[in-house]
């Protein structure tokens, strides 16, 4: 059975740090890039950041770039998103989810409604 498990979120203070990781079991992980999407309230749900799983490579969303960083660590099967700098705007529960693909250009595509964590909120407060 694949299983994602989003972990990490919590309440923060703007201008703190947090990290989540996203643990991964029941397929080849190896083989799987995978991303970072979140939604706040009322607001559809958007790519945050990805990683490939051929090179490494990673795509962020303008609104995070510089201030997040995605990792994987393929003996943990697990991804990582390291959040510093954190806004009020970035409050939203996030979720992990395995792609199709990760590009550079425009992000990632999910692989299926099957194939996402159940998501972990972040708060960040003024």
């Known amino acids: 059975e694949v299983q994602l498990q989003a972990s990490g979120g919590g309440l923060v203070q703007a201008g703190g740090s947090t990290r989540l990781s996203c643990a991964a079991s029941g397929f080849n992980f190896d083989d799987y890039s995978i991303g970072w999407f979140r939604q706040a309230p009322g607001k559809e749900r958007e790519g945050v950041a990805c990683i490939s799983s051929s090179d490494g490579s990673t795509y962020y969303a303008d609104s995070v770039k510089g201030r997040f960083t995605i990792s994987r660590d393929n003996a943990k099967n697990t991804v990582y998103l390291q959040m510093n700098s954190l806004k009020p705007e970035d409050t939203a529960v996030y979720y992990c989810?395995?792609?199709?693909?990760?590009?550079?250009?425009?992000?990632?595509?999910?692989?299926?409604?099957?194939?996402w964590g159940q998501g972990t909120q972040v708060t960040v407060s003024s």
């Open positions: 989810a395995i792609l199709v693909l990760c590009t550079y250009s425009s992000g990632g595509y999910p692989l299926g409604d099957d194939y």
